[in-house]
């Protein structure tokens, strides 16, 4: 079974300092690893994937992740944050096929 | 490309009375799966449809129900509604097929309120 760890529910953040939102999976079989975020009121939005080789993975508006096997963590970061980052953030498991397993979210709060 | 639209956006309904929620995939995408997204239970998998076949089901009692046309768009109905069924629904659309890792395009979702 798999399984998916959202390490902080809420992250506050000042505008422009770094940030890293934790996400830690647990998976028997090989997995396929992305990140959503989700702005009030909207659908999920996919910001990165890590489906195979390198293991630092690029994603829209600036995020970038890690994929470390070893410790079986997917993290999300991004250098220096904005206003309009402030979001929910979702990091979600699949093994490829029709189910993915959802963390419980991020809540990012960017402060002025 | 169009990505993935619902209808209608928001919704509210009284109790025991029941609810159809549409999703038009994208252009191409045969698979389609609904997730319910609640404060409490977070984002949980409804049912996915493919080719107009219901593949998977999850953990949800038989009020739950849907179809998916020929092409591709679905539907999901929610009969005999209670409080606790409100929440986003949520529709996302991939190519299909048993090993895609390619990953959902998700819709901007249905908010339902049942009062």
């Known amino acids: 079974a798999q399984s998916v760890t959202q390490l902080d529910s809420q992250v506050p953040v000042f505008e422009e300092a770094p940030v890293e939102l934790r996400c830690n999976y647990s998976?028997?079989?090989?997995?396929?690893l992305f990140w959503y975020v989700q702005y009030p009121n909207q659908g999920l939005q996919l910001l990165l994937k890590y489906l195979s080789g390198s293991t630092l993975v690029k994603g829209i508006n600036g995020f970038e992740a890690e994929f470390n096997k070893s410790q079986t963590s997917f993290h999300l970061r991004k250098p220096s944050v904005h206003i309009s980052d402030t979001a929910e953030y979702f990091c979600a498991v699949s093994d490829g096929t029709y189910k993915y397993i959802f963390g419980t979210g991020t809540r990012l709060k960017v402060l002025a | 490309k169009a990505g993935v639209t619902q209808t209608p956006r928001y919704l509210i309904k009284t109790r025991g009375q029941q609810v159809t929620l549409s999703c038009s995939p994208i252009s191409g995408h045969r698979s389609v799966s609904w997730y319910q997204q609640t404060p409490g239970q977070g984002l949980q998998f409804l049912f996915e449809?493919?080719?107009?076949?219901?593949?998977n089901k999850g953990n949800f009692p038989g009020r739950f129900s849907g179809r998916q046309f020929s092409n591709s768009r679905s539907e999901m109905n929610v009969s005999t509604l209670e409080l606790g069924d409100s929440a986003l629904y949520l529709c996302?659309?991939?190519?299909?097929?048993?090993?895609?890792?390619?990953?959902?395009?998700f819709g901007s979702g249905t908010r339902l309120t049942v009062v």
């Open positions: 996302a659309s991939r190519e299909g097929g048993t090993e895609n890792p390619y990953g959902y395009t």
């Open positions: 998976s028997s079989v090989s997995v396929y």
């Open positions: 449809y493919f080719s107009e076949t219901q593949r």
